[in-house]
Structures are given as C-alpha cells and as structure tokens.
C-alpha cells in the first residue's frame, strides 16, 4: 500500500504511514515508551509540591496521538510497568509505584490511549482540532493525577489542586502550543510527500 493511500485512509495515524509489520509496532511501542522515559528526565522541581515540571506529560500525549489507541495504551503501559519493576525513568530518575507523582503516570497510560482514539478520527489533523485533543488529555492526567496526590501525601483538594495542577497549566499550554504546530504539519508534510 503507498504511503499516500494509507495517509488519508479514514482512522489512520502518523504511525500508520510507516509499512506495517508486527516488528513495526514492537519497535513503536518500545520508542514511544523510551521517549517518554528520555523526556520524563527533563525535571525541573516546583517549589512547594512534590510533582515536578517534566517533558514526560507533553511526550506521552505525543506518543498517544501519533501511535494510536492501542500502541499508545502498550507504549504507556510498558512504560508504567518498566519503572514500576524498578528502571529509573520516571521524572527525575526515579521508580516505583506509590511515590506522590505517580497518579500522574496513571493519567498518562489513560490520556494517551484517549489521544489516541480522538487522533484515529483526525483530531490531529488540524491546529484546533489538535489544542482540543491536548486539553481533553492534560485534562484526563490531572483527574487521576490530582486525587492520587491527594491519597498519597494526605493532602485537602484544593492544596492538591495548588500543588498538583495550577502551577502546571501555563507549561501545558506551552506543550499544546508545540503539539499544535508539530502533528497538523507532520500530516501536512506526509501528504506532500504521497
């Protein structure tokens, strides 16, 4: 199949474009949980609460919505798995299940898999189409993220919110912003090329 059919076949993703093979998927699944592990070491500590600013939540939404639904799921899926046995990649080098910012990884593995159906119907497509996409799955991380916080460090909801959330909201607008540039043009350059 050209790469020009399969660009604009109905519930394609960008990883679709590449020849499909079961190596294909292995190899994007170990990537897309790779670069999440690469990116979750972009840390920089936020005074005040336990949960650092990472590149982790943009790449996981990038995973997501450029492998698909069921690749995004696998991708976050090993990635939990992989550091929950113990492989220092979460943010900041650390591992484990049950630290205060774990909840966050959970919200990861569910928001890619979300990303990854909404890009299936083309919300990746466009630069509105694409800030919507990024909202609804920010929105998914901190809904886990936020009340796991809460049960780990015996927090009220609203010092979760101020230590979990608000200090977070303008890096995520910053990540939507670079995601609305990167996937809409990626399609646009893989129809060019087809």
């Given at each position: 199949m050209s790469t020009a059919s399969v660009s604009f076949r109905p519930g394609a993703v960008l990883a679709d474009l590449l020849p499909a093979s079961r190596v294909r998927d292995i190899a994007l699944v170990v990537g897309g949980a790779a670069l999440t592990g690469v990116a979750a070491q972009l840390s920089v500590p936020v005074p005040g609460s336990p949960v650092p600013v990472t590149g982790q939540t943009f790449a996981a939404l990038?995973?997501?919505?450029?492998?698909?639904?069921r690749r995004g799921f696998l991708a976050?899926?090993?990635?939990?798995?992989v550091g929950m046995a113990g492989v220092p990649w979460f943010a900041g080098g650390t591992s484990g299940a049950g630290g205060a910012s774990f909840g966050y990884v959970l919200g990861m593995l569910l928001a890619a898999t979300l990303v990854g159906a909404l890009a299936r119907r083309g919300a990746d497509r466009s630069v509105a189409r694409t800030a919507g996409t990024m909202v609804l799955g920010s929105a998914v991380i901190y809904a886990v993220g936020v009340p796991y916080l809460m049960g780990a460090t015996g927090m009220s909801l609203s010092?979760?919110?101020?230590?979990?959330?608000?200090?977070?909201?303008?890096?995520?607008?910053?990540?939507?912003?670079?995601?609305?540039?990167?996937?809409?043009?990626?399609w646009k350059l893989a129809g060019r090329r087809g």
């Open positions: 990038l995973v997501g919505t450029a492998l698909g639904t976050l899926g090993l990635y939990a798995l010092a979760a919110v101020a230590a979990g959330l608000t200090p977070f909201l303008l890096g995520d607008a910053l990540k939507a912003a670079l995601a609305m540039g990167v996937l809409p043009t990626a």
